[in-house]
């Protein structure tokens, strides 16, 4: 059984160029860090002039994983929102307060998972569809979805797109850590409607903070049902792409993105095709790089090693090649193919790289070793210095 397409520690990739970013108004805040007698850690974040904004647990300090309770302060000194994390994921139950301490929101992330797992591992199979099969053989992805359908799915049996937007405005919240920290950026999702109009097999492809990720999970799992997608006047499962940004202002948006063929069309180089072994998209326990968050480790590694082709820089060219990999019970990386192609010698390169990372700290479910899948970006930016001019 293969379990879900989803990873909230990690990034994937984005249709365009965004990426999470930091405020570097933030830089004039200072923290304190203290450890406790169980070996865990107090971290306390102030202002620049010593408000507090945030206290809560750390299971290690270096580097900072949140395990435990958050308490965020507002300009007041006043509690407006308190939460848990799981190995630097929101997680259980979140309350937001108003000035009064009266509740106001109550957001259970638990749920989300609950989602994940009844949504991950789905028959997307139908005797019904080998006719559509046959004749629209090329739209046919490796899940037995569809990339798309002459009449596509709709938010909430309505035809316009601006109906989901709407839904997302409405029911996003800016996770407290985040807000504090001036983190803002965009979240693309790739998920399945189903052939009854709900939302199945929910992917991120690239944000870089667990805290967007699952907020961003979260109002899509709170979706209600859309109408589905018809192809020759049969309801299809179809894959649909959506782009959930954070913006530095504060204000929530969704709107409908494309990847690149590329993407949809590597089910004959999959990583999943090539194994017969269990393969989970998430684990109890998920791998780690150089003993932390791979999104920020291994993404380090890569720009520590990578080499610039000679004639990238001479051309000018720049843009990110997608991987996908395994690493296995044993921490090894193994299985890199290409899910999205850039250029022969800057593909060659970042596969180079992936290929040549050190042993990872393997995933676990249920105590056992796990393998599990990852698809990860590398980004080829020329600076000044590089673009041959």
Same mark, same amino acid.
């Given at each position: 059984?293969?379990?879900?397409?989803?990873?909230?520690?990690? $990034?994937?990739?984005?249709?365009?160029?965004?990426?999470?970013?930091?405020?570097?108004?933030?830089?004039?805040?200072?923290?304190?860090?203290?450890?406790?007698?169980?070996?865990?850690?107090?971290?306390?974040?102030?202002?620049?002039?010593?408000?507090?904004?945030?206290? %809560?647990?750390?299971?290690?300090?270096?580097?900072?994983?949140?395990?435990?309770? $958050?308490?965020?302060?507002?300009?007041?000194?006043?509690?407006?929102?308190?939460?848990?994390?799981?190995?630097?994921?929101?997680? %259980?139950?979140?309350?937001?307060?108003?000035?009064?301490? /009266?509740?106001?929101?109550?957001?259970?992330?638990?749920?989300? @998972?609950? $989602?994940?797992?009844?949504?991950?591992?789905?028959?997307?199979?139908?005797?019904?569809?080998?006719?559509?099969?046959?004749?629209?053989?090329?739209?046919?992805?490796?899940? %037995?979805?569809?990339?798309?359908?002459?009449?596509?799915?709709?938010?909430?049996?309505?035809?316009?797109?601006?109906?989901?937007?709407?839904?997302?405005?409405?029911?996003?919240v800016y996770p407290p850590y985040?807000?504090?920290?001036?983190?803002?950026?965009?979240?693309?999702?790739?998920?399945?409607?189903d052939r009854e109009g709900k939302?199945?097999?929910?992917?991120?492809?690239?944000?870089?903070?667990?805290?967007?990720?699952?907020?961003?999970?979260?109002?899509?799992?709170?979706?209600?049902?859309?109408?589905?997608?018809?192809?020759?006047?049969?309801?299809?499962?179809?894959?649909?792409? @959506?782009?959930?940004?954070?913006?530095?202002?504060?204000?929530?948006?969704?709107?409908?993105?494309?990847?690149?063929?590329?993407?949809?069309?590597?089910?004959?180089?999959?990583?999943?095709?090539?194994?017969?072994?269990?393969?989970?998209?998430?684990?109890?326990?998920?791998?780690?790089? /150089?003993? %932390?968050?791979?999104?920020?480790?291994?993404?380090?590694?890569?720009?520590?090693?990578?080499?610039?082709?000679?004639?990238?820089?001479?051309?000018?060219?720049?843009?990110?090649?997608?991987?996908?990999?395994?690493?296995?019970?044993?921490?090894?990386?193994?299985?890199?193919?290409?899910?999205?192609?850039?250029?022969?010698?800057?593909?060659?390169?970042?596969?180079?790289?992936?290929?040549?990372?050190?042993?990872?700290?393997?995933?676990?479910?249920?105590?056992?070793?796990?393998?599990?899948? $990852?698809?990860?970006?590398?980004?080829?930016?020329?600076?000044?210095?590089? /673009?041959?001019?």
């Amino acid at each position: 059984m293969r379990h879900l397409i989803f990873i909230l520690l990690i $990034f994937f990739f984005s249709g365009l160029d965004s990426v999470c970013q930091f405020n570097s108004d933030q830089t004039d805040s200072y923290k304190i860090i203290t450890q406790l007698r169980n070996h865990t850690f107090e971290i306390r974040e102030f202002s620049n002039d010593s408000l507090l904004l945030y206290k %809560g647990i750390l299971s290690t300090n270096v580097p900072e994983t949140r395990q435990g309770k $958050f308490y965020f302060f507002n300009s007041q000194g006043k509690v407006y929102a308190t939460g848990y994390y799981r190995e630097d994921v929101p997680f %259980g139950t979140w309350v937001y307060y108003d000035s009064s301490m /009266d509740t106001v929101q109550v957001i259970d992330y638990s749920r989300v @998972w609950n $989602f994940l797992q009844e949504n991950a591992n789905i028959k997307l199979e139908n005797s019904n569809l080998m006719e559509l099969k046959t004749k629209y053989k090329r739209g046919i992805l490796p899940d %037995g979805s569809f990339s798309n359908s002459e009449i596509p799915p709709t938010f909430n049996r309505n035809s316009g797109y601006d109906n989901f937007n709407d839904f997302v405005k409405k029911n996003m919240v800016y996770p407290p850590y985040a807000n504090c920290k001036g983190i803002y950026g965009e979240v693309d999702i790739q998920f399945v409607v189903d052939r009854e109009g709900k939302i199945r097999k929910p992917e991120i492809f690239n944000s870089w903070y667990s805290d967007l990720n699952i907020e961003a999970i979260r109002v899509l799992s709170e979706s209600p049902p859309w109408k589905p997608g018809l192809q020759d006047n049969i309801p299809l499962n179809i894959q649909c792409n @959506w782009r959930f940004n954070f913006s530095q202002d504060g204000l929530f948006s969704a709107q409908p993105i494309e990847f690149s063929d590329n993407v949809n069309a590597f089910s004959d180089d999959s990583v999943l095709d090539k194994r017969d072994e269990e393969i989970f998209y998430l684990v109890e326990d998920m791998p780690r790089f /150089d003993n %932390g968050d791979p999104s920020v480790t291994f993404t380090k590694y890569i720009e520590n090693n990578l080499h610039y082709p000679e004639n990238a820089i001479k051309n000018s060219k720049s843009g990110r090649v997608i991987l996908q990999f395994i690493v296995t019970g044993t921490g090894e990386v193994k299985d890199v193919v290409l899910v999205s192609p850039l250029d022969p010698e800057m593909d060659a390169e970042a596969k180079r790289v992936v290929m040549s990372s050190p042993q990872w700290t393997p995933g676990r479910q249920r105590g056992k070793p796990a393998t599990v899948l $990852f698809t990860f970006p590398v980004d080829f930016i020329l600076d000044k210095e590089n /673009d041959g001019k």
